[in-house]
């Protein structure tokens, strides 16, 4: 699976606009980026097996930290107005111009992160983007509040660098590097135990953040951070911005589908679930095939038998049909009653029927059935008259006011 990230830059979008871009492999063992820039129109197609992702500079997020009123997860159509509502007092411009996304899992959170960013901007760019033939299915920041001993990143130009901080319990906060005080005095929170990471910086500012900071900086990769923004399970195309859901949704099947029929870490599952499927597909096989074979071996007995009674059949089309067509006609000829005879069937129900009973006077005769009328019988009666009609071969069974009286399948 693919992913094409785009970045959003911090102007509003014009014909002369340049996004940063990266295309990546996210099924790979160690995906490499290599950050390019292009206008809008000029970014690289997007197919059915591409993720366009939108990554939001970290200069244009704000981090609020709410407490959400209890049972508000129940009731989403007010929760773009408690958001406004709670960080009414907190941001510098209107919330009803700004947009408001949640963290992930936010509804099992007490206290949540929340992300702030101009809206009319996002909705400009996701708009430039969308007029150039890319719907993007995801929204995710630069930087984001990260759990652990947070992250010291020096990013940009050598003569326009931020130093970006990142923290679970403090979010995401950054300086120019000419404001970055020396030795980072003051820089990381003083309330945390937690000591500030190593400092990761990219190419040309890694010289100034080291000098800045009094440690050597580790060398990182323009664009490897944007690695990490696709992975920390941030999306912020909440409330308006959710009209791509389906999209998204689908995306996120084929990328894990992707993931699990190419990525190396599956392989072993792959092999296991083919030999599974090989070994189910041998064993249905084999099972038809002795289906078949004794199928058709008792196909071979039956025919066998009908060609030793009767000799004079000489093609057999159904063995069981033929003979039972047989056993008929020597019955017949020999003036024996057949099962489904008025006296065959009268003589077996004056057998079943207890003493104390007498005979029904009215009743009705076709081939096979007997339909006995205005004849009660109490519960225990029906089913000793059942039973026993039963082991004579035939079936009991009351419908409506009247009983009816049927030869079982399988007597001749």
Known sequence: MRTLIVQLPLGAPSTHTAYPHALVQTGAATPGVSVQWAAAGLLPAADRQTDVVALLPARALSWHRVTLPTGLHKQPAKLKAALQGLLEERLLDEPAALHLALAPGWKTSAQPWVAACDRQWLSAHLQALESAGLSVHRIVPELAPSAGPGQLLALGEADHGWLWCSQQDHGVWGLPLQAVPLHGEGLWPSDTEQTPPDVQAEPAVVAEVSQRLGVQAGLMAPGQHWLAALANGWDL???????????????????????????SAWRPARWGLGLLMASQLLGLNVWAWKTRADWQAQQQAWTHTLQQTFPQIRVVVDASLQMAREVNRLRQSSGQLAAHDLEA??????????????????????TGQLELQDFQLSASEQNALSQALQALGYRWRAEGPSWRMTVQEGQP
Do not use: D, I
């Not at 069937?345 to 005769?365: D, V």
């Open 237 to 263: 195309a909440q409330f308006e911005f959710q009209a791509n859901a389906n999209s998204r949704l689908r995306k996120r099947w084929q990328r894990t589908v992707s993931q699990l029929s190419q990525h």
């Open 345 to 366: 069937m009268l003589g077996a129900l004056g057998q079943a029927l207890p003493a104390h009973l007498a005979a029904p006077r009215q009743w009705r005769y076709q």
